[in-house]
Structures are given as structure tokens and as C-alpha cells.
Nanobody, 123 residues
Framework: QVQLVESGGGLVQAGGSLRLSCAAS????????MSWFRQAPGKERDFVAA????????DYTDSVKGRFTIRTDNAKNTVYLQMNSLKPEDTAVYYC????????????????WGQGTQVTVSS
């Protein structure tokens, strides 16, 4: 089993920045992909960004390209999501997810999920 714990959410004004962290523990050697998803009130959970454990491959949804950066620190078993130029439409609960496979954008492909962290962007 793998446990994921997110942190770093909060309230920020539009144009501001936040950095989310996701610390993984347990059988992390089985993980190939680490990702972030988000779910806004009344909406489905959507893919945000993914990174391979080696850090050599990343993927972003179009709406965050150029504003968000995902990176991994394997020594700490932690994945980060740096979010800049935040917009009110980025408001959501952000979830960290881990997969043993290489399919990035479908939530059903992921084996482990964190509990989520709230990000609220005020206008």
C-alpha cells in the first residue's frame, strides 16, 4: 500500500501563488506516475498535471500550462505543484494521486489517492 498526504492549500488572491506538496509513504517503489487532480464544487474531478517518478516526463492540462509546474523530489518521496498566476477558476479541492501504470489523465487509472487540500482563489 501507498499513503499520500497533501499539504499547502489555502486562500490566496487572484494573481498569487501557492505550492502544494504530496508526501508518499509505504511501497513507493511500485509507483510510476504521480499526479494532481482537482474538483470544483458541483463538478467532476479533473486532471491537472502528472510527472513520472524519474521526473523525465510531465503532462499538464491546457488551462494550467505556463502557470503551474509539477516536480518530484525522490529523496523525500514528495511531489510538488507550484501554482502561479492563480485565477478564481482554479478554486477547487486538489488531490494527489499515484499510479503503477503510465496513463496520465484518467482518474480511474490511479491506484492511490490523498485526502485532498482546499485551494481558494479570491477575485
Amino acid at each position: 500500500q501507498v499513503q499520500l498526504v497533501e499539504s499547502g492549500g489555502g486562500l490566496v488572491q487572484a494573481g498569487g501563488s501557492l505550492r502544494l506538496s504530496c508526501a508518499a509513504s509505504g511501497r513507493t517503489a511500485s509507483i510510476y506516475l504521480m499526479s494532481w487532480f482537482r474538483q470544483a464544487p458541483g463538478k467532476e474531478r479533473d486532471f491537472v498535471a502528472a510527472i513520472s517518478r524519474s521526473g523525465g516526463s510531465t503532462d499538464y492540462t491546457d488551462s494550467v500550462k505556463g502557470r503551474f509546474t509539477i516536480r518530484t523530489d525522490n529523496a523525500k518521496n514528495t511531489v510538488y505543484l507550484q501554482m502561479n498566476s492563480l485565477k478564481p477558476e482554479d478554486t477547487a479541492v486538489y488531490y494527489c494521486a499515484a499510479s503503477r501504470g503510465d496513463t496520465t489523465r484518467y482518474g480511474s487509472s490511479y491506484d492511490y489517492w490523498g485526502q485532498g487540500t482546499q485551494v481558494t482563489v479570491s477575485s
